[in-house]
């Protein structure tokens, strides 16, 4: 075993090794239906590994590196053999990268062939993250009896239509993404990393932005100029939402998510399926976002302990349905389901003078501000896939005169807030095009403000006094007595979400930018609040 997987093994904390030697069969040759040929990569102890389940892993992002070291290895050294294969047209495999679009055929024609194999132990479990993650639930319908158990960590069944909804365009995730997969089979590609970062951020202020990716990596990329063109309803993405196959599946599901991470909503939303479906499954939601160790320390837990079980066909060890760590409580609890029973939907009412209170406003008048695209409110931590993704100090962000801020009085006693968060912002722009983002923040004693969820809509005809109904992340958070509830109001969070540039131009194709003045409403007819699950702590 090499230095790095010995270290990455050290930070799992995994169990012992069954054994350290491992055989390695690398370039599989697995045939699509359509005629290509995808290559997997094989690991199993040198003795007895034919016995063993097979754990399979599509992924598009190369079988040697992290995956290689720091999944199929402790797979592999722990009672599974791996199947590590390339997705179509990435490291070797034939045919073209078009992400998402052929992974159901691709991996029912990969599953057909695993179970036919002389080394085939007979039994499956499909576990990964993202990606690989998704590709699970394209065939999740349609499993082959020698499938045992589904392990999908932070991911959802329609991968990427979150962040391209009409109402929401969240521009930095899937742009970024499109930039790395494009250039990941680069020569030298890790080391070039920090640059291509940088080079990615400056592109996002490109204008228009169906020329940014031009600027990132120096040529079009078909997936990034998808994004900016077809919003999430669009017929270009029929074939990669596999939400309607979610009630089909027929094996137990595992699920582990993070609170600041980018599928979290989706995934919720599918365990909910498979909670009304009847079907045997578990969450298990971290502080965590998309890129953290704890998740991932999770999942490989996870694998070892009830995927092995399953794949064994023994009782996985005893647990609730529901696991979920209470940030402010810093501890986790156990639920029956999701949301869980118990939190009541309560107002905080947006009052005058920056204050937040369950009290109904009086008629008070708006609030206002002045916001411009060309120096756009900036995202600070939360959902994100950078580095400075999660919880984070809101100071600076909150000193902007483009960031309004609601804030309660120090708290007599905890509360507790668990399951899903809204807010109704009572709204009117001076232009007809604009976006409202709402973020609920924990101030401690010493005034520091930190992000707990937040969410953002984007308004046509927010020259109209409306109602902003913004749908923040969901959470699991304790305000502990001595602490303050503080809600933001902005427009924008760039480049998280793709700056409006109040328009109505679209997306890939705007090169102006109008500052607009905002009001936030405040009175008893337009009572912007925002609506948390609370159960007050005893």
């Avoid at 070797?92 to 679009?101: I, L």
């Avoid at 991932?296 to 979920?324: H, I, Q, Y």
């Avoid at 000193?399 to 309004?404: F, I, T």
């Avoid at 953002?456 to 006094?465: H, K």
Wanted: charged share 20%.
């Amino acid at each position: 075993m090499d230095i790095s997987s010995h270290l990455i093994q050290r930070m799992l904390g995994l169990p012992p090794p069954a054994t350290r030697d491992l055989v390695i069969e690398r370039d599989l040759r697995v045939p699509m239906a359509d005629g290509a040929v995808l290559l997997a990569d094989r690991w199993a102890p040198w003795a007895g590994g034919g016995a063993l389940p097979a754990a399979l892993l599509r992924t598009p992002y190369g079988r040697r590196g992290p995956f290689g070291v720091g999944m199929a290895r402790p797979l592999a050294e722990r009672g599974f053999q791996v199947l590590i294969q390339s997705t179509r047209g990435t490291f070797g495999s034939g045919g073209v990268f078009d992400p998402m679009r052929c992974e159901r055929d691709d991996g029912l024609a990969t599953l057909q062939w695993l179970v036919k194999q002389p080394w085939f132990g007979g039994t499956i479990i499909l576990c990964g993250a993202s990606y690989l993650g998704y590709v699970q639930w394209a065939v999740a319908d349609d499993l082959p009896p020698e499938v045992k158990v589904m392990i999908p960590q932070v991911t959802e069944s329609a991968l990427t239509l979150e962040f391209l909804r009409p109402d929401g365009f969240s521009l930095e995730t899937p742009f970024g993404w499109g930039v790395m997969v494009a250039g990941q089979e680069r020569r030298w590609a890790l080391l070039q990393q920090a640059g291509q970062a940088r080079r990615t951020r400056r592109a996002l202020g490109t204008l228009p932005l169906g020329q940014a990716d031009t600027a990132a990596i120096g040529h079009h990329s078909g997936y990034i100029q998808d994004i900016l063109a077809h919003d999430s309803g669009a017929p270009r993405w029929a074939g990669i939402d596999h939400r309607h196959r979610v009630a089909g599946v027929s094996v137990p599901v595992s699920s582990i998510g993070g609170w600041y991470d980018i599928f979290l909503p989706g995934q919720l939303r599918d365990f909910q399926i498979l909670q009304e479906a009847g079907r045997p499954a578990r969450l298990t939601i971290g502080p965590w976002t998309h890129a953290s160790m704890g998740a991932f320390r999770a999942s490989m837990r996870e694998t070892l302990g009830f995927g092995l079980a399953c794949a064994r066909g023994v009782d996985p060890p005893e647990r609730a349905p529901v696991r979920l760590f209470v940030m402010g409580a810093e501890a986790w609890r156990d639920f029956g389901a999701w949301p869980p029973p118990g939190y009541a939907a309560q107002r905080f009412y947006l009052q005058p003078g920056g204050a937040l209170s369950g009290e109904p406003p009086r008629n008070w008048p708006p609030d206002r501000y002045r916001y411009d695209p060309a120096d756009p409110t900036p995202a600070a931590g939360g959902v994100r896939l950078s580095g400075t993704a999660g919880r984070v100090d809101n100071s600076a962000l909150e000193a902007r005169d483009d960031v309004r801020t609601y804030t309660t009085g120090r708290l007599d006693q905890d509360i507790e807030v668990i399951g899903e968060v809204s807010a109704e912002i009572w709204f009117r722009s001076s232009l007809p095009y604009a976006d409202v983002f709402v973020r609920l923040c924990d101030v401690d004693p010493r005034g520091r403000s930190r992000n707990v969820c937040d969410g953002l809509v984007s308004l046509a005809g927010a020259d109209e006094v409306s109602c902003a109904a913004v749908r923040l992340w969901p959470t699991a958070h304790r305000f502990k007595a001595g602490h303050r509830m503080r809600v933001q109001v902005a427009s924008g969070a760039f480049p998280r979400y793709g700056r409006n540039p109040g328009t109505g131009e679209p997306r890939a194709t705007a090169t102006t930018l109008r500052p607009a003045h905002q009001e936030v409403y405040l009175d008893r007819a337009h009572p912007s609040a925002i609506i948390l699950p609370v159960r007050q702590a005893r």
